[in-house]
Every structure is written in C-alpha cells, then in structure tokens.
C-alpha cells in the first residue's frame, strides 16, 4: 500500500525545520599536522588559537599551545600522541589550560609539585625558541 504525502504536511515539516534553523554560525578552527616531533607538534591553520589554549587531535589526545609563529601553531601533547601524523588534522577547542587548586590539594599536590610542572613546561617552551631559532639560522645561512 502506497501512502501519499500531503502538501500541508511538507509545509508543516518545511515550517518546523525554518523554525528550528539558527542563524548563528559555529565556524569550528581547524588545522593540519605539519610535524610531530618527540611530543611536540607543530598545526598549521589554527589562525585563531592562543597560547595556553588546548587543541584536539583527531585521535582524541589533548595538546597546549606554547608557541605561536606566523603560520604554525607549536603544541605541547599531554598524551601519548603516537597516532597522531602529518596531514592529520587538529581543532581548537576554545579552552584554556588551568589547574584547579581545589582538585590539585584534593589530589595531594603540593604547590611545589605543581610549580616544578610548570618550571619544566617553561623549559621545553624555551628550548621550542632555541630549536625555532637554530632552524631560522640554518635557513639563512643554507641560502
């Protein structure tokens, strides 16, 4: 048995879609693996991403964002990131790095755990400038 569609109901399905349509565009900032060198990645195209923000991997790893070129992105991973290729892509997800004190003293944390962290993520943001730096050198005198 065939059943016919009415012309009032696509109205009223073609009504409830307009109704339901928001005009409020996401625009979702992707980009895509250029390198992934011992725990630090490189993204190019994240024109919109900021230090400390986190990125999303495709593989669901988590990075921070602890350098920014004109055209790269560079990103610390907190995760194993063995998947995670070149021309894979990565997407910025709007949220800042932070530690909660509550979860940090409730965890058992001392202030000097947390502070040695975060001396050692300076570090490797330091080395991240002396590796960017040998490679301008590098490119300069290769010319």
Do not use: Y
């Not at 350098?67 to 991973?77: F, H």
């Amino acid at each position: 048995m065939t059943q016919m569609i009415n012309d009032q109901d696509i109205l009223k399905q073609l009504e409830k879609n307009m109704m339901d349509f928001s005009s409020d565009p996401k625009v979702l900032n992707v980009g895509t693996i250029a390198r992934n060198t011992d725990g630090v990645v490189t993204i190019s195209g994240l024109s919109q991403v900021g230090v400390g923000e986190q990125v999303a991997f495709a593989d669901g790893t988590l990075g921070v964002v602890l350098g920014l070129d004109e055209d790269d992105a560079s990103v610390i991973l907190l995760g194993n990131g063995d998947k995670i290729r070149e021309g894979d892509t990565a997407k910025r997800t709007g949220k800042i790095l932070s530690i909660m004190w509550m979860k940090v003293c409730s965890a058992g944390l001392s202030v000097l755990s947390v502070f040695h962290l975060m001396v050692k993520l300076l570090l490797i943001k330091a080395k991240l400038c002396r590796l960017r730096k040998l490679r301008l050198v590098s490119l300069i005198v290769n010319q």
